[in-house]
């Protein structure tokens, strides 16, 4: 038997950051939250975007402040760090938290 | 993106490309397994200080160039990251590395050992028990820590190394009936096995990762 989740919760729904609610973008945060830091290059191989779709999405989270980008060098290639800004941790604790809120302990669909 | 993932699932995927993806980690401990086997033969030639001391030395020169070789070609290919610094994290490097140590004193131990360390079993006790004891922990111990290292990072393949390591130890145990003196077979397959794994892993990743020439 699952668990109802309760339309408290439910409510909070309404409130989620649409920001990270994207789930390229959510993606992209939970790598980040693993990481201090990494390279435009491991991004794109562990969340299997492409180039367009991951720079697309990772300035959406610098606009938004979540994320930070530093563009440097390693000798003459360039390299382009990203890592997580507090205000990133927190928003993608918040969504959980808020998602935990509105769907409860249940996994599955009631049939 | 076909199955959705879930945070641990994401995590676990992240830790295993930095660490796991490209063969090099397993190269490494079939390297470390394999002098492992080949220490016997050595030790008749060099006598016991000097084939320690070689031993040791012959581990750092395959921990750097395993360094050195994952930046030349891995890196390019997969990217770089940086592992985080959290206490949690720091707490499980440092029991890995612990237990890994604690891993190789164990084999180093039943290499070194000449019939010493059976003296430690209660002689009521069967004498198999008693002549192999060193020998038959060190199976859950291998089995544990390379268990607890394959959940923790989601990488099957330790299970398969931990059970592997253990077994071909108690083997070479009971087939040289204590230390063996000449190469020591059932380690030595065991370190192949791992290096010829390690060989497909970084053969399939040098195919599936070009090198990225791209930035943004």
């Known amino acids: 038997m699952s668990s109802q989740p309760s339309p408290e919760g439910l409510n909070q729904l309404s409130d989620v950051d649409r920001i990270v609610h994207e789930p390229a973008r959510l993606m992209i945060l939970l790598i980040l939250s693993t990481v201090e830091e990494a390279d435009f290059v491991f991004l794109l191989n562990t969340s299997e975007l492409t180039w367009g779709n991951l720079s697309s999405h990772v300035g959406k989270l610098e606009e938004a402040g979540y994320v930070e980008v530093e563009k440097g060098f390693v000798g003459k290639k360039p390299r382009t760090l990203a890592r997580l800004t507090p205000e990133g941790r927190q928003a993608v604790e918040d969504y959980r938290r808020t998602m935990q809120a509105a769907l409860g302990p249940a996994s599955e669909v009631s049939k | ?216």
């Not at chain 2, 084999?107 to 070194?112: G, P």
């Not at chain 2, 087939?175 to 060989?199: K, Q, S």
């Open chain 2, 1 to 216: 993106m076909s199955d959705t993932p879930t945070i641990q699932d994401i995590q676990r995927r992240t830790n295993r490309l930095m660490n796991y993806e490209d063969g090099f980690w397993d190269l490494l401990l079939g390297t470390v397994f394999m002098l492992l086997a080949v220490y016997p033969i050595t030790r008749a030639w060099l006598g016991p200080i000097w084939n320690l001391g070689l031993f040791i030395g012959l581990m750092v020169v395959a921990l750097a160039a395993q360094t050195l070789l994952r930046r030349a070609f891995a890196l390019p290919r997969l990217g770089y990251a940086k592992g985080q610094r959290s206490p949690k994290l720091k707490v499980l490097l440092v029991v890995t590395v612990g237990l890994v140590i604690l891993t190789f004193g164990f084999v180093l131990l039943t290499l070194l050992d000449n019939g010493r360390l059976s003296t430690l079993a209660n002689s009521t006790e069967p004498f198999w028990l008693r002549k192999f004891l060193v020998d038959i922990l060190v199976v859950p111990v291998m089995v544990g820590i390379f268990s607890a290292m394959g959940y923790l990072f989601g990488v099957a393949r330790l299970y398969l190394y931990g059970w592997l390591l253990g077994l071909s130890n108690l083997a070479a145990a009971i087939i040289y009936d204590g230390a063996p003196e000449g190469f020591n077979v059932p380690l030595g397959t065991a370190a192949g096995i791992i290096l010829a794994i390690g060989a497909t892993l970084l053969v399939r990743f040098l195919r599936k990762y070009p090198v990225q020439m791209m930035d943004i």
